[in-house]
């Protein structure tokens, strides 16, 4: 225990070491308030106005959201990076004299990944949440408000296993620029583009940001647990996959 423990510490200088990731997990800050002040000062003056662009469905609850769905990039990139460096720089060789299990090594690197994506998450959502409802002024909701809390705790789940399902698809890429090149996009476009397509509609919900994105409702916990197992076993398999590559590299 204390040799995975030691494991775990040595992860975390590394993190702080290695700047890109350092700077793409810090980016989810900045990144996450200003679409949120951006977003709720956007619907305001649509409410006011009266404008046709405001959703339908529109809830300043919901919207208090929205801004991680665009953060979360930065914490994609994260996942990425934080496994895919080493490889790239050859320091993936160092960790395993360190650290001779490849198991507990893979181990420590996931549990670092999760605890940091949890350490900026918990505070930035919320922050982000508050930042949507000034800016909606009286328009804005409580955040003790029905369903508010759920969704809230759901996304700080949600991101973690985002960066834990980037982290186990950079294991098995070994290399950031595939992960990216392919995550980035459907994230951002590709799984909302396939959402409203009919032949493709039902589909994309069971990809994993479509489904894990449902544990951030705020009025259909129904919806957001089964979103949560779907993205579990996503997160959960891209996990196993890479540490079978990883098992088997040979530097």
């Known amino acids: 225990?204390?040799?995975?423990?030691?494991?775990?510490?040595?992860?975390?200088?590394?993190?702080?070491?290695?700047?890109?990731?350092?700077?793409a997990l810090l980016l989810f800050v900045p990144v996450s308030v200003l679409i949120a002040a951006l977003g709720g000062w956007s619907?305001?003056?649509?409410?006011?106005?009266?404008?046709p662009a405001l959703r339908s469905d529109f809830t300043a609850e919901q919207a208090g959201l929205d801004g991680i769905l665009y953060g979360q990039l930065a914490l994609i990139v994260f996942g990425v990076l934080i496994v895919s460096s080493e490889y790239a720089s050859g320091m993936m060789r160092v960790s395993?004299?360190?650290?001779?299990?490849?198991?507990?090594?893979?181990?420590?690197?996931m549990t670092v990944t999760a605890l940091a994506a949890a350490a900026v998450a918990v505070p930035v959502i919320v922050v982000s949440y508050l930042v949507t409802q000034i800016a909606l002024g009286s328009h804005g909701?409580?955040?003790d408000a029905s369903g508010v809390p759920r969704a809230l705790a759901g996304a700080v789940v949600y991101l973690m296993l985002m960066s834990l399902f980037a982290a186990g698809v950079a294991a098995m890429a070994r290399s950031a620029?595939?992960?990216?090149?392919?995550?980035?996009p459907m994230v951002l476009a590709g799984?909302?583009?396939?959402?409203?397509?009919?032949?493709?509609?039902?589909?994309?919900?069971?990809?994993?940001?479509?489904?894990?994105?449902?544990?951030?409702?705020?009025d259909s916990p129904h919806d957001a647990y089964g979103g949560f197992a779907v993205l579990l076993v996503w997160t959960v398999v891209a996990l196993a996959a890479g540490y079978l590559r990883h098992r088997r590299w040979d530097g």
């Open 1 to 23: 225990m204390s040799e995975t423990v030691a494991a775990i510490r040595a992860e975390f200088t590394k993190l702080r070491g290695i700047r890109s990731t350092f700077v």
């Open 43 to 51: 619907a305001k003056g649509a409410i006011e106005s009266d404008s």
């Open 191 to 218: 799984t909302q583009i396939l959402s409203v397509i009919g032949a493709t509609k039902e589909v994309a919900r069971y990809f994993p940001d479509q489904a894990g994105m449902r544990m951030l409702t705020v």
């Open 141 to 143: 909701a409580s955040i």
């Open 96 to 109: 395993l004299l360190a650290v001779p299990r490849r198991g507990r090594l893979y181990t420590a690197k």
């Open 177 to 184: 620029v595939l992960p990216l090149a392919v995550l980035l």
